[in-house]
């Protein structure tokens, strides 16, 4: 198990940037992929952006080029470095861990954060 807590939210101007942090309970080394995804009201949650534990990214084509998802395992921290923000950017932005094993068969587990609310005004 892993808890999650995000933090970096708040309110900025188009073009602005900002730096979400999701703060994990216990060592990120092994957990296998950690990602962002953001959700605004009446609409699905959405991946943003991914790494693995080795290191691979992966983000959704609409922040390419402006967002940077990186991992800093000795203070058990992922960060989503946010810039030229734009106000379709606003959403509330949530921080998950998968954990997979086997026992038996492939599992898997995810753990989402409470969210942290990025504005952006035009």
């Known amino acids: 198990q892993v808890q999650l807590v995000e933090s970096g939210g708040g309110l900025v101007q188009a073009g602005g940037s900002l730096r979400l942090s999701c703060l994990a309970s216990?060592?990120?080394?092994?957990?296998?992929?950690m990602d962002w995804y953001r959700q605004t009201p009446g609409k699905q949650r959405e991946l943003v952006a991914g790494i693995t534990s080795g290191g691979s990214t992966n983000y959704a084509d609409s922040v390419k080029g402006r967002f940077t998802i990186s991992r800093d395992n000795a203070k058990n921290t992922v960060y989503l470095q946010m810039n030229r923000l734009q106000p379709e950017d606003t959403a509330v932005y949530y921080c998950?861990?998968?954990?997979?094993?086997?026992?038996?068969?492939?599992?898997?587990?995810?753990?989402w954060g409470q969210g942290t609310q990025v504005t952006v005004s035009s």
């Open positions: 998950k861990a998968r954990i997979t094993g086997y026992m038996g068969a492939d599992y898997y587990n995810d753990y």
């Open positions: 216990r060592s990120i080394f092994s957990i296998n992929t």
